[in-house]
């Protein structure tokens, strides 16, 4: 009830796409709280809070947005509030991937495009991202059928200076949305203990399924309404879909594994739902879409 919580945003995304369905052109203009505002005040240059832009900006080393386009504006309008907000993990590079990855979604399916080729079409210019991308692809066999009734949704993103990717099979029956597997595909440069590396990246899937489907804090009377694990329930072990991950590494450098691929679990299961109800979803956590998790 007394802590620094994650920080509320929105984003409003627009893009360009020619006859052939390419884009021409985007736009990101994110607005929330600044985690610096309220930990660093610091690190806010002239204003300007950069490390809200997690995962859009090109400057890196840790994250870069790994998409070519001919033109793009990213704006970021800082909103604070009363309640404090720190780092969670994977921090700014949960929103930013949820808003990325969703919107690339809308786009492909806008210009009539499978969703991992729309992606790899604007990814020939970043080898790492495209690794991934691929990587992930292939093991969850992208290009075959699923039985009916079964959708799949992908994701990529950067963060920590490693490259994740992945990719979720959904089904939706009503309200209920089944997860029933996640595969990831990871480059950290270097892998030290595989063993371990793959327990982080299970361990992200039980924190962002959680957070994507039912948690969330709330202000009553000006106190945090939930006091424990009733009112803020975490993913149990029933709910956990099958997680598979393949390990990608360049050997050209050193990124974490701890962060960086919980940003894409939101992303690639909300591109799967969306692609079971036949509509996109927009706010999070996805109770607020009508759905609940299994």
């Known amino acids: 009830m007394h802590d620094y919580y994650h920080p509320i945003a929105m984003a409003k995304m627009t893009a360009g796409l020619d006859a052939s369905g390419n884009v021409t052109g985007m736009h990101i203009k994110v607005a929330g709280q600044s985690i610096h505002a309220t930990l660093a005040i610091q690190n806010i ?12 900006y090109e400057k890196g080393p840790d ?3 790994g998409y070519t386009f001919p033109s793009l504006l990213t704006e ?17 590079t949960n929103q930013n991937g949820i808003f990325m990855e969703c919107f690339m979604d809308e786009c492909a399916k806008a210009a009539g495009k499978d969703p991992a080729k ?13 690794g991934v991308l691929n990587a992930a692809a292939q093991k969850a066999n992208w290009d075959k059928p699923l039985p009916a009734g079964t959708y799949r949704g ?3 993103f950067m963060g920590y200076a490693s490259y994740s990717a992945c990719v979720a099979e959904v089904s939706v029956d009503g309200n209920i949305a089944h997860v029933k597997r996640l595969v990831f595909a990871l480059n950290p440069g270097h892998v030290v203990n595989s063993y371990l590396t793959r327990e982080q990246i299970e361990g992200s899937v039980a924190m962002a399924l959680g957070a994507i489907f039912n948690p969330e804090i709330t202000v009553e009377n000006d106190r945090i309404k939930q006091q424990n694990l009733d ?4 993913l149990k072990l029933a709910s956990t879909p099958r997680i598979e991950t393949v ?3 360049t050997y050209d450098f050193w990124g974490g594994v701890g962060e960086p691929t919980i940003c894409v679990v939101g992303p690639a299961v909300a591109n799967a739902v969306s692609a079971a ?3 996109p979803v927009r706010n999070f956590p996805l109770y607020k879409e009508g759905l609940t998790l299994a």
């Open 76 to 92: 970021y309008v800082m909103k604070n509030t009363h309640v404090p907000v720190g780092p969670w993990r994977g921090v700014n």
């Open 247 to 249: 390990l990608v590494p």
């Open 277 to 279: 109800i036949g509509r």
């Open 231 to 234: 009112s803020y329930p975490m």
């Open 154 to 156: 992908v994701a990529r």
């Open 63 to 65: 994250v870069q947005p």
């Open 45 to 56: 240059k002239d204003g300007k809070d950069e490390r809200q832009l997690q995962g859009f």
């Open 118 to 130: 729309f992606r790899q079409a604007v990814m020939q210019s970043h080898p790492k991202h495209l």
